[in-house]
């Protein structure tokens, strides 16, 4: 992806919708990283939340904009959680490699986090919130 600048506007178009579905009041940064090598990992990183610094990070070499929305709304999920609380009793060394599959706390924030995420994105581009320029 050479030119981000439709990205970017699709981010800003959304940040509005989901910061009224999610709830949350608290401003959060978002970084938008090129990385080459991690686009050519399968499995590579999408996505990371810090709840410490309330930042998002989001990975975009080689990605669908329309993914890159996914991505945000999921990491959006995890800062309206950490505004309310959830992230209050989890220390960063929790959040380590495989967290999802052995604290059930962080599982289920996850959980949370991969459904609404997905469907504030469904809602936003099928009940016209996205809106072509």
Known sequence: MKDLSSTKSLIQQFYPFAKERFGFKKPVRLFLKKDKCNAGDPVGKTAH?????????????????KDILRSFSHELVHHKQNCCGGFDDVSPGDMGEGY??????????????????????RDFTDNNGYQEE
């Open 100 to 121: 999802a599959q052995t604290n059930e706390h962080l599982r289920k924030l996850e959980e949370e986090a991969y459904l609404e995420g997905n469907m504030c994105v």
């Open 49 to 65: 939340y810090d709840p410490t610094n309330m930042t998002i990070t989001i990975y975009v070499t080689g990605r669908h904009p």
